[in-house]
């Protein structure tokens, strides 16, 4: 299938240089940019009237076969610098726009003004997947920008992973699979629309939580060559130039040559920020978890009273969100530790522990020296 697709894209080339190198007496059926050159048009199908679709090929975001995730041209591949942890799930990103119209920087930590007719995919599969050790997609979310705003829509892929299936209403799938040499499973959860609100919102309403500034900063490997991410979206005419040269930046966690701080800051930024800042689901805590605001290690609940009793969960009462030192009287440090339902964070997103996290959290704070009076 690859021999075949390389055979067709060479073809449509050979095909496009003998109709300019002809030429015509009418040219004007070639569109062209100002510097001359063809504009290519995406070919994907999209009418913001009939969106979402019942099915995930008839937008034609992919070539081939659909479960090669290879996007046609205008569906941009993007990654976050620190990613939100899903039960050990990969991901795949793209997002795709409308011609002649752009998003637009708002601040480092905010995500972008989407323009009506944007379009965020983001693809959830698992590699080694037993007992074939294949490559599994479980399900693709699209968020949709409308006129009147963002809607979900949740695609369920099938077994043979030939198409995938429009499903509000969410499921589960029980998955087994090798992670770093070792086996695990899970009873993945399928969220229904209800559920992604409840971290994809702000004062209520719907919202993208990941393409921000601070957050794609970053160099990406392109089918074309690597490039900043910022840079490319602005090329492809996704991006107002309106950008500052200088973005304050999250760090990758897993990055060891990074400060703990700065590790630590970053994956709560990407994991929890969406619930705990203003407007979120969880606004009425104390804790503010967006990237800038943890600067002040008290937004993160160092040295803070818990403002809930979990002491029936533990059989003690821990004294603080995180108290320096002290991972038993450290909520936060218990809550992230735990599958307790009453009790995890995130609440949702997560049915096992994010284990390197864990050790990383727990590191931190038996470094960190602040007394607590």
């Known amino acids: 299938m690859k021999i075949e697709r390389y055979l067709k894209n060479y073809f449509s080339l050979f095909a496009f240089l003998i109709l300019v190198s002809c030429g015509s007496d009418d040219e004007s059926y070639i569109p062209q940019d100002d510097d001359g050159g063809p504009i290519l048009e995406s070919p994907v199908n ?25 996007p046609v041209y205008g569906v941009l591949p993007y990654e976050p610098i620190t990613q939100l942890f899903t039960d050990y799930a990969k991901k795949s990103r793209f997002v795709w726009m409308p011609k002649e119209v752009q998003a637009e920087y708002v601040g480092d930590g905010n995500i ?19 007992p074939g050790n294949s490559k599994k997609i479980i399900e693709t979310r699209l968020m949709i920008k409308k006129a009147d705003g963002w809607i979900f829509a949740n695609y369920v892929w099938n077994e043979s992973q ?7 209403n969410g499921s589960f799938v029980n998955i087994e699979w090798l992670e770093n040499g070792q ?65 304050n930046t999250v760090v ?10 700065e590790r630590v800051r970053s994956y709560v930024d ?42 029936e969960y533990l059989g003690y009462v821990p ?8 991972l038993l009287n450290s909520t936060f440090y218990i809550r992230v530790n735990t599958n307790e339902e009453a009790i995890k964070m995130p609440m949702t997103g997560r049915s096992l522990v994010h284990e390197e996290f864990v050790s990383l959290l727990g590191n931190w704070i038996n470094n960190l020296t602040e007394p607590c009076d």
């Open 112 to 130: 972008f003004n989407f323009p009506t007719g944007a379009v965020l995919i983001k693809n959830f599969y698992y590699n080694n997947v037993l």
């Open 319 to 326: 004294t603080h969100i995180i108290k320096p030192g002290d």
């Open 46 to 70: 999209f009418n913001i009237d009939e969106v979402p679709y019942q099915t995930l090929s008839e937008y034609n975001f992919y070539e081939d076969d659909l479960d090669d995730l290879i």
């Open 270 to 311: 990407a994991n929890c920020s969406h619930c705990h800042s203003s407007g979120g689901h969880c606004d009425y805590r104390s804790l503010d978890l967006t990237f800038l605001a943890t600067t002040d290690l008290l937004n993160m609940g160092v040295c803070d009273n818990p403002q809930e009793d979990i002491s």
């Open 183 to 247: 086996n695990k499973s899970v009873v993945y959860r399928i969220p229904s629309n209800e559920e992604c609100l409840m971290c994809h919102k702000n004062y209520g309403s719907p919202i993208p939580i990941g393409p921000k500034p601070q957050n794609i900063n970053s160099i990406f490997n392109y089918a074309d060559g690597a490039e900043n991410q910022l840079n490319k979206w602005k090329e492809m005419g996704y991006l107002m130039s309106n950008y500052p040269s200088s973005i």
């Open 162 to 168: 030939t198409e995938a299936t429009l499903d509000p």
């Open 252 to 261: 990758n966690w897993n990055d060891q040559s990074k400060t703990t701080e």
